[in-house]
């Protein structure tokens, strides 16, 4: 895993098994068949890859074919790292696409990479489970 800033990003790049582990573990088949996860860009989104090796951006909640955003990925080695960030995810405790406010202090903490699949999981569930863009309660 290779975490830092890259200009205005915060950026955490995955090994391949790394990759492997979380694009199970996040259950992205479900969501976004034939894409792997490769990353995570600025705590919000996901860095995923599709089967002819496209890079693109997605949300983590929700993990939606029609949010995906073609995106260049840069060199590991362009990364400036940032021990403040390490092994820790910023959650909105009320994902933006359900209501919630990225500017709003009590809106957000720091959780540790499983707590995140767990909650990226969840949401995602819900999102579903509302029925994917056709009114998010809010």
């Not at 290779?2 to 955490?12: A, R, S």
């Not at 034939?34 to 890859?49: A, E, Q, S, T």
């Not at 696409?97 to 819900?126: C, K, R």
């Amino acid at each position: 895993m290779h975490e830092g800033w890259h200009g205005e990003d915060y950026l955490v790049l995955l090994s391949d098994q790394e990759s492997a582990d979380a694009s199970r573990g996040y259950g992205i088949q479900e969501y976004l068949p034939g894409y792997k996860i490769i990353g995570l860009r600025n705590w919000d989104d996901f860095i995923v890859r599709d089967a002819s090796g496209g890079v693109f951006t997605v949300p983590t909640v929700p993990m939606d074919r029609q949010y995906l955003a073609a995106w260049i990925l840069p060199a590991t080695d362009q990364l400036a790292p940032d021990a403040r960030f390490t092994d820790r995810i910023k959650w909105y405790t009320k994902p933006l696409v359900f209501g919630g406010n990225a500017s709003e202090a009590t809106n957000t903490v720091w959780v540790s990479p499983e707590q995140h699949m767990q909650l990226v999981t969840w949401w995602n569930a819900l999102y579903r489970d509302v029925g994917e863009g056709s009114g998010v309660p809010t």
